[in-house]
């Protein structure tokens, strides 16, 4: 029997698709504007933060590493102090002075400054000529004594000079300006020549026959030497005597030589060995 035509089978056939399940094409259109919106409205508001940000990190490497490459600030250096005033050493006084003659034989050089100066420097500048071995003192900073070993030469030029020295004091520049000049030591003495005459002007009024002293005479060489002992005036009683007060100013003659005066004598016996 046939089966109905109500209870067709649909074994190996397929259904067709009826009108209503096909979009028309203004509605699919439709769709696609909305989309289109959909996107535009998301893209403008996501993808200029994503920009920036790139932006931002693609330029943030170059500026920091331009700032690292710039140099350090400048400091402003102060500017160098002032040099220190150069500081001139010069010759004030000296003795024996310049041109001076009949110089004892045993003298004291001396040498005062315009102010302090470096002791070590100035004893190296020093120079006496003849060559004399002596020995230095400073009684003060600026003032320097040379007293030679032995006797000078009789009758003999002797010349002082500071060679001139550049350098620093402590930092202090300085400059020890040159200086000389000459003096000339006295003649070998004797008796006759030196010490009679003396001796005659200043010791005779007491020592005379008749004098308050007659009983030390002193009117002979042979009288006098009985008071020597030669090459020792710090054992001659007539150098030690003399050196009283009461003699030394009566040996005090208009120009107040003593003290040249004692000299003559002690040189007549330390170095000429009280010869007649």
Not at 145 to 152: K, N, S, Y
Not at 193 to 208: F, N, R, S
Not at 250 to 256: F, I, L, Q, R, S
């Amino acid at each position: 029997m046939r089966p109905s035509g109500g209870g067709k089978s649909s074994k190996g056939r397929s259904r067709k698709p009826t009108r209503s399940a096909i979009l028309p094409w203004w509605e699919k259109l439709l769709y696609v504007l909305v989309a289109a919106i959909v996107a535009t409205v998301w893209w403008n508001r996501v993808a200029p933060q994503h920009t920036v940000a790139s932006f931002l990190t693609a330029t943030a490497a170059p500026q920091e590493q331009k700032i690292a490459a710039l140099p350090p600030p400048r400091i402003e250096e102060p500017p160098p102090p002032p040099p220190a005033p150069l500081r001139q050493w010069t010759v004030l006084f000296n003795s024996p002075t310049a041109g001076q003659s009949e110089v004892s034989r045993r003298p004291k050089i001396q040498i005062f400054f315009n102010q302090p100066v470096e002791r070590e420097v100035t004893e190296w500048a020093f120079t006496i000529s003849p060559s004399t071995r002596g020995d230095f003192a400073w009684p003060r900073p600026d003032h320097l004594v040379f007293t030679p070993e032995g006797a000078l030469r009789p009758d003999t030029e002797y010349t002082i000079s500071l060679t001139p020295v550049d350098g620093s004091r402590e930092k202090e520049p300085y400059e020890l300006l040159e200086a000389r000049w000459s003096f000339t030591t006295g003649q070998a003495r004797t008796y006759g020549k030196d010490i009679q005459p003396l001796i005659g002007a200043y010791c005779g009024t007491c020592h005379e026959s008749n004098g308050s002293a007659a009983g030390v005479p002193l009117g002979t060489y042979r009288d006098v030497s009985r008071y020597v002992v030669p090459g020792r005036s710090g054992e001659s009683r007539l150098y030690t005597f003399i050196q009283e007060r009461r003699h030394h100013i009566n040996m005090a003659g208009p120009d107040h030589s003593t003290n040249t005066k004692l000299a003559v004598i002690r040189d007549w016996i330390d170095e000429d060995k009280g010869t007649q």
